[in-house]
């Protein structure tokens, strides 16, 4: 758990955070959007003391973090960031090793603590423990990044526009890889992204910055259900709103009995892609499976009233 | 660079140069005859100084040249040829002084003159410009360096340059040649140790604190303006006031004149490309890079040591290769001050008007830069190797 008290840093007259509090529970993702210059990766950095607070506190599973010198504290804390920032000079098995030789880890659980990671992440640990970062593509550089970040068996990840280099299909992949692995592994995350998308299908909650303010702090869902101010709207966007909420619905939750013809549908397809699929299909319901197996349907009018805005 | 010649061939337009560059050494004078080592020597053509089967030899050879250089074969054979000529030169050179040796007079002087020069530069401009194409690696370079020294080594040893008259300039002192040698590696060595003890700290220092930043390089650039035998002159006062005025310090070595002006002079020269680079080195570190290392929980030491030194490495030591090869040549200038050197013979002989004293110095002392420069190349490029090795070698 991480708890943000009042939490402010100021340059001279300058509020670069203006008294931000929030909570993330053990286990969740918490997601920071807005702007560039709204504060966002001044408050990440300053829960690693990359930036030290001009005021308020920041406790992690209750330790306040400013008691402990800045060094230790930050390799209890994985970090990854934009552009992966992998040392060049040292192969991908030696950055993933960075943390863990830090904490001064026996060379034996070192090593298998790279393979592990490098498993994970589904880089063959003999092909690539070896190699030099140069030598991968960049959707590999970013794995390595967060497996680097995640060596030392942190309790929290901070994430900096992690997946902001990678081209949209590496991304979504990414994004997804995160998700199965954060749910594994439950590993307490606070990422950045200018990305409201990115947000909303990564984050448990979302915090949404501008101007150093924070101003709402919840839920995908009410988020766009229920935007704090007109930035908040207005970074949803009217006219995306129904889309989005569908796209935080499982189908498995709109599933009802009956049969229907056509191509099944995944029960862990989002309600917005079964939507997308009966449209194009020209049905108005079709099967949903569960790993293969049909397990009842979905129709179009119930999927179109989950995309309306709640009572 | 090429275009095509009558019979569809290429024709090698820098290799066509060097052909007639070659062939203009062939009809300048080859090598010179005189009395005695002060006079003026008398120029010798080919066919005596060579008698005519060396005389035909040398043209043979040169002929092997400008074929290879005009309609380049694969590179490594038109590089074989290049050392094969360059040592039938270089061995006719030494045969010339045999021919021309008079008998009964121990005092005549054979010397090197413009027509070998012109064909020696010939020969190794063709191999330049081969090596560059060739693009050896690194290890490779040194060994062909290896190779070179070794043949120059295995010719001078043979006694077949024993007429020459540098030769007999380098018998009436070896033991001076090997001291001055010695005296000239320990002061562009030792003043770049001392620069890159002092130069790297200070780098990092003006990388650290801006404002240091520009008086620091502004104050080290002056410094290389000024015209070495000036910071000479410029130094001896103060050294000799430390020398006269500080306890100790005259047993340590400093005084006016000597190595110690030489060797203050040259770590004054060699401070700012140490520091330049320093600090270029370390602003090339990727911004991601330090700020994963400080994330990760690194100390500042471990940072500096782990991340930014290490990357900076490969600039550093590019900085550290302009300093050597630098201070290799200027150290000749250190024996106007009683600092040694191969500088010493440098001014004798222009002391004496006797052009061999003078190359005595010179040569071993280009030599030496060539080596250094070559080996710390290589050393640049295998720092750098491993990091930037591309995916395209592994698979």
Redesign the interface.
């Known amino acids: 758990m991480i708890e943000i008290e009042q939490l402010t840093k100021s340059y001279g007259p300058n509020h670069v955070v203006k008294d931000v509090s929030l909570k993330v529970p053990t286990g969740e993702i918490a997601a920071i959007v807005g702007t560039s210059g709204s504060g966002k990766t001044t408050l990440l950095r300053m829960i690693?003391r990359?930036v030290e607070p001009s005021a308020g506190t920041i406790r992690i599973d209750g330790e306040d973090t400013s008691s402990q010198e800045a060094?230790?504290?930050?390799?209890?804390i994985g970090?990854a960031?934009?552009?992966?920032?992998?040392?060049?000079?040292r192969t991908v098995g030696q950055n993933i090793a960075?943390?863990p030789e830090?904490l001064g880890w026996e060379k034996a659980r070192v090593n298998a603590r790279v393979d592990e990671l490098l498993d994970l992440f589904q880089l063959d640990p003999d092909a690539y423990r070896d190699?030099?970062p140069?030598?991968?593509?960049g959707g590999q550089q970013q794995r390595v990044?967060v497996a680097?970040?995640l060596a030392g068996e942190p309790g929290v990840l901070?994430m900096d526009e992690p997946f902001g280099a990678l081209d949209p299909v590496i991304r979504q992949k990414a994004q997804e890889d995160l998700r199965a692995i954060q749910r594994r592994i439950g590993t307490t995350i606070v990422m950045v992204t200018h990305d409201i998308d990115e947000a909303i299908s990564l984050g448990d909650r979302v915090a949404v910055m501008d101007d150093g303010c924070l101003l709402q702090y919840a839920p995908p869902a009410e988020i766009i259900a229920r935007p704090a101010t007109e930035f908040v709207g207005a970074l949803v966007g009217a006219g995306e709103r129904p889309y989005r909420m569908l796209s935080l619905i499982p189908v498995g939750d709109v599933t009802e009995d009956g049969s229907a013809e056509g191509k099944a549908i995944s029960d862990e397809a989002t309600a917005r892609d079964a939507v997308a699929e009966l449209l194009w299909s020209r049905r108005s319901s079709a099967p949903v499976a569960r790993r293969g197996e049909v397990i009842g349907r979905v129709r179009l009018d119930a999927l179109l009233e989950m995309g309306a805005a709640p009572a | 660079m090429r275009s095509a010649g009558r019979f569809g061939q290429p024709i090698d337009r820098m290799g066509s140069v060097i052909a007639v560059i070659a062939v203009l050494g062939l009809c300048l004078p080859f090598t010179s005859f005189s009395p005695n080592r002060i006079l003026l020597g008398e120029p010798r053509w080919i066919f005596s100084a060579l008698g005519a089967p060396g005389a035909l030899i040398l043209i043979a050879a040169v002929l092997a040249l400008i074929v290879v250089a005009v309609r380049p074969p694969a590179l490594w054979l038109r590089l074989g040829i290049c050392g094969a000529v360059l040592v039938v030169v270089l061995l006719l050179a030494g045969r010339s002084a045999g021919v021309l040796m008079p008998a009964e007079s121990s005092f005549a002087r054979i010397s090197l003159a413009s027509g070998f020069w012109v064909l020696l530069a010939s020969g190794l401009l063709l191999s330049a410009d081969t090596l560059s194409r060739l693009k050896p690696p690194p290890g490779l370079r040194v060994g062909l360096l290896v190779l070179t020294g070794a043949g120059l080594w295995a010719i001078l040893g043979s006694g077949a340059w024993d007429h020459l008259s540098i030769l007999k300039e380098y018998e009436a002192r070896a033991s001076a040649f090997w001291r001055e040698a010695q005296q000239h590696v320990a002061l562009a060595f030792g003043s770049l140790g001392l620069a890159t003890l002092a130069g790297v700290p200070l780098g990092l220092v003006c990388y650290r604190h801006a404002r240091l930043s520009a008086p620091i390089l502004n104050t080290l650039t002056i410094v290389q303006t000024i015209p070495s035998i000036a910071l000479f002159g410029l130094l001896m006062v103060p050294l000799a006031w430390i020398a006269a005025n500080i306890p100790g310090a005259r047993a340590i070595g400093v005084a006016g004149i000597g190595s110690a002006p030489a060797l203050v002079a040259l770590f004054a020269y060699s401070l700012l490309p140490v520091v330049s680079n320093t600090v270029a080195g370390l602003a090339a570190v990727?911004a991601?890079?330090r700020?994963?290392?400080?994330?990760?929980?690194?100390?500042e030491r471990?940072r500096l040591l782990r991340?930014d030194l290490?990357?900076a490495f490969p600039v550093i030591l590019t900085g550290i290769r302009i300093v050597l090869v630098q201070n290799i040549g200027l150290a000749t200038i250190a024996a106007l001050i009683g600092g040694g050197g191969f500088g010493v013979f440098v001014f004798q002989g222009m002391g004496q008007t006797a052009t061999d004293l003078i190359l005595l110095g010179a040569l071993p002392t280009v030599l030496l830069a060539f080596a250094a420069a070559i080996v710390l190349d290589a050393c640049v490029d295998w720092s750098e190797g491993?990091?930037?090795?591309?995916?395209g070698d592994?698979n």
Do not use: C, W
């Open positions: 690693n990359l060094h230790a504290l930050r390799r209890r970090y960031i934009q552009g992966h920032g992998l040392f060049p000079h960075t943390v830090l190699r030099m140069s030598e991968l593509s990044g680097r970040a901070l | 990727p991601s890079v700020d994963a290392a400080a994330g990760m929980g690194m100390t471990q991340v290490p990357l491993r990091k930037n090795r591309g995916s592994r």
